[in-house]
C-alpha cells in the first residue's frame, strides 16, 4: 500500500447532532481537531483527547479528570481463524458474515468556501447466522421457516476539503437514527509538538501482554 500524500497542519472546530431512532431531544456535541505536517491527529471532545500518531502506529487517550494517557496500538486486528468442526457432532451454527462495504462517488461541491469532494459509505449488515436445520424424518414434512426481516443498511456520506484533506460534512444515518457532523476548516501553523504529547503529571497507561498460548 503507498503511503498518503503529506497533508499542510490544520485544525476544525465541529459540531455533532445525533437524533436517535427511539426519539427525545437530538444530543449535541462539541469538538476540535488538529493535524501536524507529519501526520498526528488530535481530537478533543470533552474531557477526553484522542491522538493518533502513523509513524509509530499507536493511539493515546488522555483522560483530562483522572490525568492517564491510555497507548494502545493502531494496528488492525488479525482475521478470524476458523475453528475445526467436529465429524459427527451436532449440526453447528455457521459464522456470521461480515458486512459488506460500498463506495460511490458523489462528486464535487462546495460548502462555506470549501472545495470538497464527496464519497457514500454504504455499510450492508451481516446476515444473521441460519438456525440449525432438524433432523429430517421419512414421512414427516419440515417446518416452516420463519421469514427474516431484513436489516437496514448504514449509510455515511463524507464530504471532504479537497485543499486541508478534513472532512467538511459527514451526515450518517442507519438503525441507530441519524448523526450529522460539520466541522469548519482552517489551514494553521504547525501546532506545538506538545499537544501530541503525554502531558505533564499524567499517568502512562500501558496495554496488557498478550496472554500465552496454553
Same mark, same amino acid.
Given at each position: 500500500m503507498l503511503p498518503s500524500p503529506p497533508q499542510p497542519p490544520a485544525c476544525a472546530d465541529c459540531q455533532t447532532t445525533t437524533q436517535y431512532a427511539q426519539g427525545g431531544a437530538p444530543q449535541l456535541s462539541a469538538s476540535r481537531m488538529i493535524r501536524s505536517s507529519d501526520g498526528k491527529m488530535r481530537i478533543d471532545t470533552g474531557a477526553t483527547s484522542v491522538i493518533t500518531d502513523p509513524s509509530t502506529q499507536q493511539a493515546m487517550v488522555l483522560d483530562h479528570v483522572k490525568k492517564t494517557a491510555s497507548i494502545m496500538p493502531m494496528q488492525p486486528a488479525p482475521p478470524q481463524l476458523?475453528?475445526?468442526q467436529p465429524g459427527a457432532a451436532a449440526p453447528s451454527m455457521p459464522a456470521p458474515t461480515m458486512p459488506s462495504v460500498g463506495v460511490q462517488d458523489l462528486g464535487k461541491g462546495l460548502i462555506?468556501?470549501?472545495a470538497v469532494?464527496?464519497?457514500r459509505y454504504i455499510v450492508q449488515p451481516p446476515s444473521p !447466522? *441460519?438456525?440449525p436445520q432438524a433432523p429430517q424424518v421419512p414421512g414427516m414434512p419440515q417446518p !416452516? *421457516?420463519?421469514p427474516q426481516k431484513p436489516q437496514a443498511p448504514?449509510?455515511?456520506d463524507v464530504w471532504t476539503s479537497t485543499s486541508l484533506g478534513l472532512p467538511v460534512l459527514t451526515k450518517v444515518s442507519g438503525p441507530f437514527g441519524e448523526q450529522t457532523c460539520y466541522c469548519k476548516p482552517a489551514a494553521s501553523g504547525e501546532p506545538h509538538p506538545a499537544l501530541f504529547q503525554i502531558p505533564p503529571g499524567y499517568?502512562?497507561?500501558m496495554p496488557p501482554p498478550p496472554a500465552a498460548p496454553k
Open positions: 476458523a475453528m475445526p462555506d468556501g470549501h469532494d464527496g464519497k !447466522p *441460519q438456525p !416452516p *421457516q420463519i448504514t449509510v455515511a499517568t502512562p497507561v
